[in-house]
């Protein structure tokens, strides 16, 4: 049996898509792996806040005298349903507006787990094609009816509600707000419009929007001023947040029947006690964070001026800026450059992009300063020549 799985990870070798695992350890805007540091430029702590050793010094002493904090015995609905939950629960449902709000262990049990719970076989989902893996798992999950439109792409996206929308009961029209591997932006005050003609429910996914975006740091939804539009919203604590777990904030009667249905969390042993006051306790900073929130934006026009004197314009309007190299085997050799001169520059290939459309995702951090970037834009135009 051996064999045949080798003979597979040679062909994903050859045509330079293996994957492999590598230890780490990160320290702000550093990260050291086996025994070397560079400056990170693959991380999702687009606050900073994971390696900030004052505040995990501050929760810790908050929570010392507090019973049960590592471990949990079960799932949700049998014994690992503890008070942290319910207070998490009540914090994202007031700071949102909503009836409800439901924590999942991660993004990815959120995604696969909502959609096949709410959408039956007389449904259809509509998504954008760019939409995240953990998705697209969670639509196929749904057996239900899908097609997914052009990215960002509302002409499109209404062609298939004209043609569909009478045919099925329900319609939920998915996409992310900020997208994962383009950093570019959904127009969603667009998309509550085609909602208040065609009546579907919007699924936004707002896992690299929360904790940047917005006012109080809530989303791209948030700074659009339409959470009260979307139907069910949904975000990540593992990223900006710098924590563990997912959310969705709904109705009472969503959260309810979610409760019921959800197999991702139903399933599953519940988070930790000290995982979700964590969690807790990092949202209230996120909300007074505008200043980290103002300098990575500041440290964002600045990069892309930059790439685009060079040469590489990008449509990212956020925190996330792609740096399209082309083949898979070219992207590859670009990181390896990268990291020589101590960059760590994780490549993005096909399958995970489209092909012919590899890139240097570079994910910058409200930790770094200008001189950061001055060094790494310097070395990529020397890189140009």
Known sequence: MDNFYKKILEDIEEKGNLRKLVNTC???????????????????????????????KKFF???????????TP????????????????SLMTDLFRKEACLVYNSGYHANIGILPALAGKKDMILADKFVHASIIDGIK?????????KHLDFSHLESYLKKYRSKYDKVFVVTESVFSMDGDLADLPALVELKKKYDFAIYLDEAHAFGVFGKSGLGLAEQMNCIGDMDLLMGTFGKAAASQGA???????????????????????????????????????ILN????????????GYFK??????????????????????ENKNCIALSEK????????????????????????????????????????????????
């Not at 964070?289 to 964002?300: C, T, Y």
């Open 305 to 326: 001026k930059a790439l685009e004197e060079s040469g590489k314009n990008s449509t990212s309007c956020s925190q996330i800026i792609p740096y399209i190299v082309g």
């Open 338 to 385: 990268l990291k020589s001169a101590g960059f760590w520059c994780m490549p993005v290939r096909y399958p995970t992009v489209p092909a012919g459309t590899a890139r240097i995702r570079f994910s910058l951090s409200a930790t770094m300063t200008f001189d950061i970037l001055n060094n790494l834009i310097a070395e990529l135009q020397s890189m140009q020549k």
């Open 289 to 300: 964070m505008q200043h980290k929130r103002d300098h990575l934006f500041s440290l964002v």
């Open 74 to 89: 079960s799932s949700r609905l049998l014994t690992g349903n503890h008070p942290a939950y319910e207070k998490l629960e």
């Open 247 to 285: 959310f969705v904030v709904c109705s009472k009667v969503i959260k309810e029947f979610l409760v019921n249905h959800s197999r991702s969390l139903i399933f599953t042993t519940a988070l930790p006690q000290v995982n979700v006051m964590w969690t807790e306790y990092i949202l209230r900073l």
């Open 141 to 149: 999950l749904a057996g239900c009816d899908f097609f997914r439109y």
């Open 61 to 71: 002493i908050q929570i010392k005298n507090t019973d049960h904090l590592f471990g």
């Open 26 to 56: 990160q320290t702000g805007s550093f990260i050291t792996v086996n025994g070397k540091q560079y400056l990170n430029f693959s991380s999702n702590d687009y606050l900073g806040i994971a390696s900030d050793k004052e505040i995990v």
